[in-house]
């Protein structure tokens, strides 16, 4: 198994690192600008259980005053028809900060953790309602290969 991915990505005086106990009220703000209302207690609990680096990689923009821009998760997607890839779970740029290189360096982190751990695709999905994403995503590389519903069931 490749080792875990521990580097920090420069982006001018702002820097791209991984998520720490202390970014969660942040990132709590970040995820209710796209209408994902969670405390900064849920956030911090969702984080422990991703805890093992060669399996999960949250990633955040800090800015130079330590406030955060946005942030990333990826994780390794298993399934016995395809195999394994690296999936992006969630990227989140601030409102007022978009159009900054922000998102794409937090898609560089996730393409670096993906390789680090074995990958060779990496993955996102995004809501058929949210255009900018869609032209962010082709910008970047990404190919819209499906699309699909998704049905959920309270358990």
Not at 60 to 89: C, D, H, M
Not at 96 to 105: E, H, P, S
């Amino acid at each position: 198994m490749n080792q875990p991915f521990h580097s920090h990505l420069a982006a001018g005086s702002s820097v791209v690192r991984p998520a720490r106990k202390g970014d969660c009220s942040g990132m709590a703000e970040l995820a209710g600008q796209l209408g994902y209302q969670c405390t900064s207690e849920q956030v911090a609990e969702r984080l422990k259980d991703m805890q093992e680096l060669n399996q999960y990689g949250v990633f955040v923009f800090e800015l130079p005053k330590g406030q955060l821009a946005g942030w990333i998760g990826v994780y390794l997607f298993r399934s016995v028809e395809t195999g394994t890839w690296a999936e992006i779970n969630g990227l989140i740029v601030d409102h007022r900060m978009r159009c900054q290189g922000i998102g794409k360096a937090l898609l560089n982190a996730a393409e670096l953790w993906a390789r680090s751990v074995g990958c060779q695709t990496i993955s996102v999905r995004s809501n058929v309602t949210r255009d900018r994403a869609h032209r962010f995503y082709e910008g970047n590389g990404y190919g819209h290969v499906k699309t699909q519903k998704e049905f959920h069931k309270g358990l």
